[in-house]
């Protein structure tokens, strides 16, 4: 099966323009998760998504932001970016079930100059 | 509040030494426990999981793990580590992770 896909791999920005990555889950799962992996600071938590709605958030601004798609794929936002934005940017799908584990894609590497 | 702590920041271990890398966990009810492996570039690789029943359970790559219920600890081990183990790893308690162990091998 084909495992959770990410786009773009690489993304430059500048400090205030809007940054759009894609997910798109393994197929069957619902559950599409966003972390940010920043240098040195592991995975953050940034955002929850099943069956379309938003389920959760991390401690982020409101500038972070996203949707899921009929079809389960998933958007994240990011506006306004700033310097400290510069991350690996992790998604990750799981199935129903709180004992499923997550299957994580390969990452957007998003850097601001 | 529900936590995962992984001591150990970095690990240096010798080719063919054996290998515990160390989780330790708080949480409310019986946890559902994870090891993955990340290598340099690219996403988390699940290693293993534990939901119930037997307390040691086998993973990929030869990797094992004991969830021991009393010290709240889940601790991830290898007999004899192999250069290409190298990687970053990392526990996670349901959905939430700990801050990783970067795992270097000597030759």
């Known amino acids: 099966e084909a495992g959770v896909t990410q786009s773009p791999t690489h993304l430059i920005k500048t400090r205030g323009q809007q940054a759009t990555l894609r997910c798109s889950p393994i197929?069957?799962?619902?559950?599409v998760y966003w972390y940010q992996q920043a240098l040195g600071l592991g995975l953050q938590f940034l955002l929850w998504?099943?069956?379309?709605?938003?389920?959760n958030r991390g401690n982020f601004p409101p500038r972070f932001s996203g949707r899921q798609f009929p079809n389960y794929s998933s958007e994240l936002n990011v506006n306004a970016l700033e310097l400290e934005d510069s991350a690996l940017y992790l998604c990750a799908s799981r199935t129903t079930g709180s004992n499923q584990p997550q299957h994580f894609g390969d990452g957007t590497r998003l850097s601001i100059l | 509040a529900q936590s995962v702590t992984q001591p150990d920041i970095h690990i240096t271990v010798s080719e063919g030494a054996s290998l515990e890398l160390r989780c330790n966990y708080s949480?409310?009810?019986?946890?559902?426990l994870f090891w993955y492996v990340q290598s340099p570039g690219q996403g988390l690789q699940l290693l293993l999981k534990y939901f119930s029943g037997d307390t040691l359970v086998q993973g990929i790559k030869g990797f094992e793990a004991e969830f021991k219920r009393s010290q709240s600890s889940f601790n991830l081990r290898k007999p004899s580590v192999h250069w290409s183990d190298a990687a970053e790893y990392f526990c996670a308690v349901a959905l939430d992770f700990g801050g990783g162990t970067r795992l270097m091998v000597k030759p």
């Open positions: 197929s069957g799962h619902t559950s």
């Open positions: 949480y409310g009810a019986t946890p559902y």
């Open positions: 998504y099943d069956e379309g709605e938003e389920r």
